[in-house]
Protein backbone atom coordinates (compact mmCIF):
# COMPACT_ATOMS: atom_id res chain seq x y z
CA UNK A 1 0.00 0.00 0.00
CA UNK A 2 2.33 2.77 0.83
CA UNK A 3 4.24 2.07 -2.51
CA UNK A 4 1.34 3.60 -3.66
CA UNK A 5 1.81 6.85 -2.17
CA UNK A 6 6.19 7.32 -2.08
CA UNK A 7 7.27 5.76 -5.01
CA UNK A 8 9.97 8.08 -6.53
CA UNK A 9 9.07 11.10 -3.61
CA UNK A 10 12.28 12.34 -2.86
CA UNK A 11 12.21 11.85 1.64
CA UNK A 12 14.54 13.24 3.84
CA UNK A 13 15.21 12.51 7.10
CA UNK A 14 17.35 14.61 9.41
CA UNK A 15 19.03 12.54 12.15
CA UNK A 16 18.47 9.76 9.70
CA UNK A 17 21.30 7.35 10.79
CA UNK A 18 19.56 5.50 13.74
CA UNK A 19 17.05 4.62 16.05
CA UNK A 20 14.41 6.45 14.87
CA UNK A 21 14.91 8.47 12.54
CA UNK A 22 17.02 4.80 10.80
CA UNK A 23 13.25 3.13 10.70
CA UNK A 24 12.39 5.58 9.31
CA UNK A 25 14.76 5.75 6.58
CA UNK A 26 14.14 1.97 6.18
CA UNK A 27 10.15 2.34 5.81
CA UNK A 28 10.47 4.88 3.65
CA UNK A 29 13.24 3.56 1.58
CA UNK A 30 11.02 0.03 1.09
CA UNK A 31 8.07 2.12 -0.13
CA UNK A 32 9.84 3.08 -2.81
CA UNK A 33 10.92 6.52 -1.80
CA UNK A 34 14.45 7.88 -2.99
CA UNK A 35 15.43 8.63 0.55
CA UNK A 36 18.19 10.93 2.02
CA UNK A 37 19.67 10.19 5.15
CA UNK A 38 21.05 13.74 6.79
CA UNK A 39 23.21 12.88 9.90
CA UNK A 40 26.26 13.85 11.46
CA UNK A 41 27.26 10.34 11.96
CA UNK A 42 29.02 9.43 8.95
CA UNK A 43 30.01 5.76 9.48
CA UNK A 44 26.17 5.06 11.00
CA UNK A 45 24.66 7.24 7.89
CA UNK A 46 26.84 5.78 5.08
CA UNK A 47 25.99 2.16 6.33
CA UNK A 48 22.44 2.85 6.65
CA UNK A 49 22.31 3.94 2.79
CA UNK A 50 24.94 1.22 1.51
CA UNK A 51 22.51 -1.47 3.46
CA UNK A 52 19.28 -0.57 1.47
CA UNK A 53 21.18 -0.10 -1.71
CA UNK A 54 22.51 -3.52 -1.59
CA UNK A 55 19.08 -4.39 -0.98
CA UNK A 56 18.27 -2.79 -4.07
CA UNK A 57 16.66 0.56 -2.89
CA UNK A 58 17.53 3.99 -3.30
CA UNK A 59 19.22 5.34 -0.39
CA UNK A 60 21.43 8.39 -0.14
CA UNK A 61 23.76 9.97 2.93
CA UNK A 62 24.88 13.10 3.11
CA UNK A 63 27.03 14.70 6.47
CA UNK A 64 25.15 16.92 8.05
CA UNK A 65 24.73 18.96 11.47
CA UNK A 66 21.56 20.11 11.70
CA UNK A 67 22.62 23.10 14.24
CA UNK A 68 24.63 24.56 11.23
CA UNK A 69 22.86 26.95 9.00
CA UNK A 70 25.88 26.18 6.14
CA UNK A 71 25.18 22.42 6.34
CA UNK A 72 21.69 22.29 6.03
CA UNK A 73 21.41 24.74 3.20
CA UNK A 74 24.09 22.81 1.65
CA UNK A 75 22.29 19.57 2.66
CA UNK A 76 19.07 21.15 0.92
CA UNK A 77 20.94 21.96 -2.41
CA UNK A 78 22.19 18.92 -2.66
CA UNK A 79 18.87 16.93 -2.47
CA UNK A 80 17.58 19.26 -4.79
CA UNK A 81 20.56 18.79 -7.29
CA UNK A 82 20.86 15.38 -7.46
CA UNK A 83 17.58 14.01 -6.38
CA UNK A 84 15.44 16.33 -6.80
CA UNK A 85 13.64 18.87 -4.74
CA UNK A 86 12.07 17.08 -1.52
CA UNK A 87 8.54 15.57 -1.15
CA UNK A 88 8.55 14.80 2.68
CA UNK A 89 11.03 16.23 4.97
CA UNK A 90 11.01 14.72 8.89
CA UNK A 91 13.14 16.90 11.24
CA UNK A 92 14.03 14.51 13.41
CA UNK A 93 17.16 14.98 14.47
CA UNK A 94 18.09 15.35 18.51
CA UNK A 95 20.44 14.81 21.72
CA UNK A 96 19.57 13.82 24.78
CA UNK A 97 20.54 16.34 28.23
CA UNK A 98 20.28 14.84 31.82
CA UNK A 99 21.52 17.29 34.17
CA UNK A 100 19.31 20.06 36.11
CA UNK A 101 19.37 23.60 35.22
CA UNK A 102 21.68 24.80 38.16
CA UNK A 103 24.53 22.50 36.60
CA UNK A 104 24.40 23.47 33.33
CA UNK A 105 26.51 25.82 32.14
CA UNK A 106 25.52 28.15 28.96
CA UNK A 107 27.62 26.12 26.08
CA UNK A 108 25.59 22.84 27.26
CA UNK A 109 22.50 24.60 27.02
CA UNK A 110 23.12 26.24 23.48
CA UNK A 111 23.94 22.94 22.13
CA UNK A 112 20.97 21.51 23.16
CA UNK A 113 19.14 24.25 21.92
CA UNK A 114 21.06 24.57 18.65
CA UNK A 115 20.38 21.09 17.53
CA UNK A 116 16.70 20.11 19.03
CA UNK A 117 15.33 23.58 18.22
CA UNK A 118 17.35 25.57 15.95
CA UNK A 119 18.26 22.15 14.28
CA UNK A 120 13.99 21.36 13.61
CA UNK A 121 13.35 25.39 12.74
CA UNK A 122 16.85 25.46 10.20
CA UNK A 123 15.43 21.97 8.12
CA UNK A 124 11.87 23.06 8.49
CA UNK A 125 12.89 26.33 6.52
CA UNK A 126 14.79 24.71 3.98
CA UNK A 127 11.87 22.60 3.54
CA UNK A 128 9.01 24.71 3.01
CA UNK A 129 11.36 27.10 0.98
CA UNK A 130 11.34 24.14 -1.02
CA UNK A 131 7.84 23.07 -0.84
CA UNK A 132 5.68 26.46 -0.61
CA UNK A 133 6.30 27.38 -4.54
CA UNK A 134 5.27 23.73 -5.20
CA UNK A 135 2.20 23.95 -3.21
CA UNK A 136 2.75 20.69 -1.80
CA UNK A 137 4.53 18.74 1.03
CA UNK A 138 4.71 17.27 4.35
CA UNK A 139 7.29 17.89 6.71
CA UNK A 140 7.11 15.81 10.53
CA UNK A 141 8.88 16.86 13.46
CA UNK A 142 10.26 14.59 16.32
CA UNK A 143 8.97 16.01 19.40
CA UNK A 144 8.63 14.45 23.37
CA UNK A 145 6.50 14.34 26.16
CA UNK A 146 8.88 16.65 28.24
CA UNK A 147 7.51 19.05 26.22
CA UNK A 148 4.39 18.79 28.02
CA UNK A 149 5.80 17.55 31.78
CA UNK A 150 9.34 16.54 32.37
CA UNK A 151 11.96 15.50 35.14
CA UNK A 152 14.16 17.66 37.59
CA UNK A 153 17.33 17.27 35.45
CA UNK A 154 16.44 17.52 31.68
CA UNK A 155 16.17 21.41 31.72
CA UNK A 156 17.54 22.48 28.37
CA UNK A 157 16.14 19.32 26.81
CA UNK A 158 12.84 20.00 27.93
CA UNK A 159 12.62 23.41 27.07
CA UNK A 160 14.09 23.06 23.62
CA UNK A 161 11.36 20.08 22.99
CA UNK A 162 8.83 22.66 24.28
CA UNK A 163 10.02 24.74 22.05
CA UNK A 164 9.95 22.45 18.76
CA UNK A 165 6.29 21.33 20.33
CA UNK A 166 5.29 24.94 19.68
CA UNK A 167 6.84 25.84 16.21
CA UNK A 168 4.33 22.62 14.84
CA UNK A 169 1.77 24.99 15.08
CA UNK A 170 3.63 27.63 13.84
CA UNK A 171 5.32 25.71 10.49
CA UNK A 172 0.95 24.15 9.90
CA UNK A 173 -0.34 27.43 10.15
CA UNK A 174 2.65 28.95 7.68
CA UNK A 175 2.22 25.71 5.28
CA UNK A 176 -1.44 25.76 5.06
CA UNK A 177 -1.97 28.17 2.77
CA UNK A 178 0.43 26.50 -0.22
CA UNK A 179 -0.78 22.72 1.08
CA UNK A 180 2.21 22.00 2.57
CA UNK A 181 1.21 19.86 5.99
CA UNK A 182 3.40 19.80 9.23
CA UNK A 183 2.69 17.58 12.26
CA UNK A 184 4.72 16.62 15.35
CA UNK A 185 5.25 13.45 16.81
CA UNK A 186 5.31 12.64 20.47
CA UNK A 187 7.18 9.26 21.02
CA UNK A 188 7.17 7.80 24.50
CA UNK A 189 10.20 5.70 25.17
CA UNK A 190 11.72 4.50 22.23
CA UNK A 191 14.40 1.05 22.52
CA UNK A 192 17.03 3.59 20.81
CA UNK A 193 20.86 4.30 21.56
CA UNK A 194 19.68 7.47 23.19
CA UNK A 195 17.76 5.55 25.39
CA UNK A 196 20.36 2.72 26.41
CA UNK A 197 22.45 5.95 27.11
CA UNK A 198 19.94 7.53 29.42
CA UNK A 199 19.65 4.26 30.84
CA UNK A 200 23.92 3.58 31.44
CA UNK A 201 23.80 6.81 32.74
CA UNK A 202 21.91 5.41 35.81
CA UNK A 203 23.38 3.74 39.18
CA UNK A 204 21.48 0.96 38.10
CA UNK A 205 20.66 0.50 34.19
CA UNK A 206 18.77 -2.87 34.62
CA UNK A 207 16.55 -0.99 37.20
CA UNK A 208 16.42 1.77 35.42
CA UNK A 209 15.10 0.43 32.25
CA UNK A 210 12.86 -1.77 34.01
CA UNK A 211 11.16 1.99 35.48
CA UNK A 212 11.19 2.77 31.79
CA UNK A 213 9.03 -0.35 31.37
CA UNK A 214 6.31 0.17 34.09
CA UNK A 215 5.54 3.92 33.56
CA UNK A 216 4.33 2.83 29.89
CA UNK A 217 0.16 1.15 30.86
CA UNK A 218 0.91 -0.98 27.43
CA UNK A 219 3.83 -2.81 29.60
CA UNK A 220 7.16 -2.46 27.12
CA UNK A 221 9.43 -0.05 25.48
CA UNK A 222 8.32 1.54 22.53
CA UNK A 223 10.43 0.40 19.20
CA UNK A 224 11.81 2.68 16.07
CA UNK A 225 9.43 0.90 13.82
CA UNK A 226 6.78 1.83 15.77
CA UNK A 227 7.58 5.52 15.22
CA UNK A 228 8.35 5.43 12.15
CA UNK A 229 5.03 3.92 10.59
CA UNK A 230 3.22 6.85 12.44
CA UNK A 231 5.63 8.80 10.06
CA UNK A 232 5.38 7.16 7.48
CA UNK A 233 1.12 7.64 8.02
CA UNK A 234 1.54 11.53 8.47
CA UNK A 235 3.53 11.70 4.98
CA UNK A 236 1.46 10.39 3.16
CA UNK A 237 -2.17 11.41 1.39
CA UNK A 238 -3.94 9.48 4.19
CA UNK A 239 -3.56 12.53 6.57
CA UNK A 240 -4.31 15.23 3.40
CA UNK A 241 -6.50 17.31 6.45
CA UNK A 242 -3.95 16.70 9.48
CA UNK A 243 -1.88 19.29 10.42
CA UNK A 244 -0.59 21.00 12.94
CA UNK A 245 -1.24 18.04 15.55
CA UNK A 246 0.83 15.83 17.64
CA UNK A 247 0.62 12.28 17.83
CA UNK A 248 1.60 10.44 20.62
CA UNK A 249 3.42 7.31 20.68
CA UNK A 250 4.11 6.39 24.00
CA UNK A 251 1.99 3.41 24.94
CA UNK A 252 -0.45 5.49 26.83
CA UNK A 253 2.74 7.31 29.07
CA UNK A 254 1.19 10.54 29.04
CA UNK A 255 -2.63 9.14 30.08
CA UNK A 256 -1.42 7.64 33.28
CA UNK A 257 -0.91 9.59 36.54
CA UNK A 258 2.21 9.82 38.34
CA UNK A 259 0.88 6.89 40.79
CA UNK A 260 3.10 4.24 41.35
CA UNK A 261 3.27 1.09 39.99
CA UNK A 262 -0.01 0.02 37.68
CA UNK A 263 -2.60 -2.45 39.86
CA UNK A 264 -3.38 -5.89 39.07
CA UNK A 265 -6.82 -6.69 38.47
CA UNK A 266 -9.19 -8.84 36.85
CA UNK A 267 -9.94 -8.46 33.55
CA UNK A 268 -12.79 -10.74 32.69
Not at 34 to 63: M, N, P, S
Not at 155 to 180: D, I, Q, R, T, W
Not at 218 to 239: E, H, I
Request: net charge negative; glycine share 10%.
Amino acid sequence: MWNEFFTDQVVVVAGGAAGIGGAAVIVFARAGAITVILDYDDVAGQGLADQLTGEGYRAFFRHCDVSSETEVTGAFDWVETHCGPPDVVYANAGVEWTKDVRHTSLDEWNRVVAINLTGVFLVSRAALLSMCPRNKGAIVVTSSPHALATVPDAGAYAASKGGAHALVNALALEGAPFGVRVNGIVPGTIDTPMVRREAEAARDPEAQLAFMVLAHPLGRLGQPNDVAQVALFLASPLASFVTGAMYAVDGGLMAALPAGPAMTYNAE
